[in-house]
């Protein structure tokens, strides 16, 4: 039953992202709370979990956007599985660093899903891309996230996915 929680509270954060918070929009861009999310996972549980997660959390994600199916998808886990590659070696108790990984993250897969819109044929521009779009949503993806950390670390407790030694909320 545990093992349900996780893709329905990706389900409920991905139509929160699209319904609710397109009212919260913040020098016009709206939160990512599913990358926000699986980024604390994997700083909390690390890879495998948090990239599958990702991966979960991106298909839920590309069937909720109109760009093409598997763009999202790519761009949540391989942002994600890089900041799993470093997670063993930080120390992740400090607000600081859930914070510094979103920022980075949302960059990188931002970036990621420009690039194959680009590639797609969408007239994208990287800097304005960039300066408007990508940085605007690193900040408030990263301030959410260090509100957050926590409360997803302890859930992680909860479920029992934590790992052995790791992550005390």
Not at 147 to 166: A, C, E
């Amino acid at each position: 039953m545990k093992k349900l929680y996780l893709p329905l509270l990706l389900i409920l954060l991905a139509a929160s992202q699209n319904s609710l918070f397109v009212h919260l929009k913040i020098f016009g861009v709206i939160p990512d709370l599913v990358l926000i999310f699986d980024i604390c996972v994997v700083l909390a549980v690390g890879n495998p979990y948090g990239t599958i997660t990702a991966m979960l959390g991106g298909i839920i994600v590309d069937t909720f956007s109109g760009a093409p199916f598997g763009i999202q998808s790519i761009g949540y886990m391989v942002s994600v599985y890089l900041i799993g590659a470093v997670e063993g070696k930080i120390y992740k108790d400090n607000i600081f660093v859930p914070g510094i990984f979103t920022f980075l993250g949302s960059i990188v897969k931002e970036s990621i899903v420009g690039a194959f819109l680009y590639l797609t044929g969408a007239q994208i521009s990287f800097y304005p891309y960039l300066l408007k779009f990508i940085i605007p949503l690193a900040i408030y993806n990263t301030v959410l996230a260090a509100i957050f950390y926590r409360y997803i670390g302890k859930l992680m407790v909860k479920l029992s996915l934590n790992k052995p030694g790791g992550f005390n909320a």
